[in-house]
């Protein structure tokens, strides 16, 4: 027996002549499948195997054998995936596969692999190379291609009709007999290394007769109609695209493939190749400027990148790729393709709002102030709580970049987002009020949060959540972190934060405070407990030291000491003038609070002049206000002292902080100095981080460094299952930083857990639009509101907070005032009209919209001369534009993989 048995097995299930001139050849990656599953006799029995079923003994009539002597190389090809296999009348019956990438998946989906399955995954995903798909992808006319899309119902605008083929329910009632199954194409990526995003167990449908030879064969379980219902609608909500193939004849599938553009074969290529026709279906997304607020939901979910973040100041069509020329009437080359198919796109190419660009953690701040302008307050928490669980923390203390990039400085002020925000979250302070996010799932696999400040707890919130059991190790005496003992009352009253972290406990966070891990337990012992994964966030709790003479004396201190001294209450009062040395926000604290502890005289020494500080401009003008002295400029020398106690400070001149770089590197002139006589010193220069024992044993480490050495985007670790966010990660940043490193962290730990990749479709990068090129001047001016402040002498005659929220008409005219910069910009030609966008909007904000009118191929027949006529209708509209004459033949363009009969 000849070797080219599995060429001739190959040509037939390609419906050529089995000795075909042209056909497979033995190194082609289907015949290596072939050669891979099956023996050469077997090769030849299917190669006799019609496309239609058959008995087996008919095959053995055709063979001249005894049917006992082919049957088990029958059953055995039918395992493996090349042949079908029926039960009818008590009679089994065979079928030769229709196509070579079916025969592919079914061996992905192989109950177990008693044959080389990497060979099989590697050749799986050698039909993605361009020169061989990309002429065949481009050939095909709308609704023409092997799969389709299906819209989902609820995505369509209401006045839309749909006809039968539109419609799951179509497919779904050609037959009550269901099974479910393993995508093989993202099982296929995730077996070469390559996992992405989604998952792939149990996930796609099939339907009648492929159901039942899926169930028989062990590569898929019988469902209900009810439970293949949920299995569509979780792939929704995992951002699944639904797909039937759609060379079966109109209304009829074997299959409902759920779909995503990260790994499934056809989709990946269709956003690769720019050649979106091949499944779309007849339907296009269409964007509502007035309902649409930019949050960025719908251009999450889209496998496609068909829909990003743009702005209401430039035309959409400057906003959208322009595309030159179109593959139904020109050459379609590798030109053509988009080479960062696997970036997710976010944003356009004319930038979106600036408030979210400027955000840390992206939150959709034009989303919750029109929630807020309806007076939905509850929606609007919940569409901040999408990417910050401590709303109302951050409404008093963070710096609020978004308002420094508002768009609305250019027409009068800036909105006061911030007190927006604060308004919406204090709703929430009363329990009945309270958002508690619905919990997506229930896993089994423990994880282990180290640190209990904004970015564990973040951590933990979204964690719990997805639907893990977390517990949250603190080594104080309650959970809070920076929050609760760094940040004074007067910015930051504690049951503020209690009753945000109450939220986590609701949602079934345990915390084990006064735990040092590292020291009480370390997190060996933790994986023998049976926690699975590990977030690191333990802050950068300690001070810096000055590093100068004199600093061992009595009275002098971190700030961060300082700092948690008063808010555990072991410190009412302090006497003597008081020295702040630092110029960032925690030094603000310290003097401010200083203050409030009886010492009037307070004095603050940076090295930043006064445009250089980093410090909040608001939390500066109140410390001004309060008679808080800032000298800019100056840098300690020594600290002096009597009897062991500090008695003042010799400052010197500094001439410049930064080098040419932009590095930290200052200068000084040592011959100009002053001395300030003071009884406390308090340095707030910067914080360390406290390691002790956490990391040891482990594969994380600082390499030397203040800080644990993480990857981008992940937040991994050098240690597999050890992740780490806020202050010990980035260094001593904002809140709203560590926020967004919690929930970064939380997303990367469900990835890993689950098995999926940790960087697939993690790409968030924000630009804002250029508001240089807009005109305001039609834009009425309107004053921004303002709560109302306590005066200077009541401020610092108490340790609480006494700024005031907006009263309702307060928030509704400040809600008024934003300008609503950004909108979701379709690209109608990458769009192929799933409805996934819609599902995730939640204003209203894009629905699909019929714009098409094609038809499915009646039959596989008709599927095959369809095919055959466009593309010589094709051929001859390319040959008009060149100016030749166009003739389309088989050898054009191979397209026998894609013909099912």
């Keep these: 027996m000849q070797e080219n048995v599995y060429c001739r097995l190959a040509n037939v299930i390609d419906n050529m002549p089995a000795d075909a001139d042209g056909g497979r050849v033995f190194d082609d990656s289907y015949v290596k499948i072939l050669r891979t599953l099956l023996t050469e006799r077997q090769a030849e029995i299917c190669a006799l195997v019609p496309k239609r079923y058959v008995a087996g003994k008919e095959i053995a009539e055709a063979m001249k054998v005894p049917l006992e002597e082919i049957s088990e190389d029958l059953n055995k090809s039918a395992m493996r995936g090349v042949l079908y296999v029926a039960t009818v009348d008590g009679e089994d019956m065979f079928k030769l596969a229709n196509w070579a990438p079916g025969i592919m998946e079914h061996c992905m989906l192989a109950p177990e692999y008693d044959f080389d399955i990497k060979v099989v995954a590697e050749a799986f995903h050698e039909q993605s190379d361009p020169s061989i798909m990309l002429p065949m992808m481009a050939s095909f006319d709308k609704a023409k291609g092997s799969l389709r899309a299906i819209p989902i119902k609820r995505s369509i605008k209401a006045e839309t009709k749909t006809v039968s083929h539109e419609e799951l329910e179509t497919y779904l009632n050609q037959s009550d007999i269901y099974s479910v199954a393993d995508c093989a194409c993202r099982k296929c990526e995730s077996m070469l290394g390559n996992p992405c995003e989604h998952p792939y167990k149990d996930i796609c449908i099939q339907i009648g007769a492929e159901a039942e030879y899926y169930i028989r064969t062990g590569r898929a379980r019988r469902v209900s109609r009810e439970e293949v219902e949920a299995i569509l609608l979780k792939a929704e909500e995992l951002g699944l695209v639904h797909e039937v193939f759609n060379n079966e004849g109109i209304n009829h599938s074997t299959f409902i493939c759920n779909c995503c553009g ?16 091949f499944s779309r279906s007849n339907f296009v997304a269409e964007v509502n400027p007035e309902n649409c607020v930019a949050c960025g939901a719908c251009t999450e979910t889209c496998s496609m990148n068909a829909i990003r973040l743009g702005n209401e100041f430039c035309n959409v069509e400057d906003q959208v790729a322009k595309l030159t020329h179109h593959p139904a009437d020109s050459n379609w080359t590798l030109d053509d393709m988009d080479a960062d198919h696997r970036v997710h796109k976010m944003v356009g190419s004319k930038g979106t709002s600036p408030c979210k660009t400027k955000c840390p953690a992206h939150i959709s701040v034009q989303g919750y102030i029109r929630k807020a302008a309806q007076g939905k307050y509850d929606e609007a928490l919940k569409v901040i709580k999408r990417e910050n669980p401590f709303p109302a923390v951050c409404g008093r203390v963070c710096p609020h970049g978004c308002e420094d990039e508002c768009t609305r400085a250019r027409v009068d002020e800036a909105v006061a ?210 008679g808080i002295v800032i000298n800019n400029g100056w840098g300690p ?45 308090y340095a707030a220069i910067g914080q360390s981080v406290d390691w002790g024992r956490l990391l040891a044993d482990t594969k994380a480490d600082t390499n030397g460094a203040p800080f644990v050495k993480v990857a981008d985007i992940t937040y991994q670790t050098g240690e597999e299952d050890i992740f780490a966010g806020g202050d010990c990660a980035i260094g001593p940043k904002f809140v709203i930083d560590a926020i967004a490193t919690g929930k970064a962290g939380a997303v990367t730990i469900h990835r890993y857990l689950r098995g999926y990749g940790l960087t697939s479709r993690r790409e968030r990068d924000y630009y804002a639009f250029n508001k240089d090129t807009s005109d305001y001047s039609g834009y009425d001016k309107m004053v921004r509101q303002r709560p109302r402040h306590a005066d200077v002498k009541e401020a610092v005659g108490t340790m609480s907070d006494t700024r005031a929220t907006f009263t309702e008409e307060q928030l509704k005219k400040e809600a008024q005032r934003c300008l609503g910069c950004g909108v979701a910009v379709v690209d109608p030609y990458m769009c192929i009209g799933c409805g996934l966008c819609a599902t995730k909007c939640e204003f209203e904000g894009v629905k699909l919209k019929k714009v098409y009118d094609a038809t499915p191929s009646e039959t596989p027949e008709s599927f095959v001369s369809d095919m055959m006529t466009y593309m010589g209708e094709r051929a001859a509209r390319i040959a008009a534009k060149e100016g030749g004459e166009g003739k389309a033949t088989h050898s054009d363009v191979d397209i026998s993989s894609y013909v099912s009969m």
Aim: with cysteine; glycine share 10%; hydrophobic share 40%.
């Design 262 to 277: 990260c790994s499934c074969g056809v989709l990946r290529r269709e956003k690769w190749f720019r050649t979106p026709d």
């Design 637 to 681: 020398k020594r600290i002096l002292g009597e009897n062991g106690r500090v008695t003042g400070v010799e400052f010197m001149r500094c001439v410049s902080v930064f080098n040419e770089e932009g590095r930290f590197a200052p200068k000084y002139d040592e011959q100009d100095t002053m001395i300030v006589p003071c009884s406390n010193v």
């Design 417 to 626: 987002i911030d007190d927006i925000k604060k308004f919406i979250a204090d709703k929430e302070l009363q329990a009945e009020h309270r958002f508690i996010p619905e919990i997506k799932a229930h896993y089994e696999e423990k994880v282990a949060v180290i640190g209990a400040g904004p970015a564990g707890m973040t951590a933990a919130y979204y964690l719990a959540a997805e639907g893990y059991p977390v517990t949250v190790f603190e080594r104080n005496v309650a959970p809070g972190g920076m929050l609760k003992f760094g940040i004074p009352s007067f910015r930051l009253e504690k049951d503020i934060i209690d009753a945000e972290i109450d939220v986590l406990r609701q949602l079934g966070v345990e915390f084990k405070c006064g735990v040092d891990v590292g020291e009480d337990v370390t997190i060996a012992e933790l994986r023998e407990q049976g926690y699975k994964a590990f977030y690191v966030a333990i802050g950068a709790q300690n001070g810096r030291k000055l590093k100068v003479e004199g600093e061992e004396l009595a009275g002098v201190k971190s700030g961060i000491d300082f700092l948690r001294s008063v808010n555990l209450g072991d410190l009412a009062e302090i006497e003597g003038d008081t020295v702040v040395v630092g110029g960032g926000n925690v030094a603000l604290d310290v003097a401010r609070a200083a203050l409030r502890l009886g010492n009037r005289n307070v004095q603050m020494f940076c090295l930043e002049s006064e445009n250089e500080m980093n410090a909040s401009a608001d939390e500066k003008e109140e410390s001004l206000e309060e």
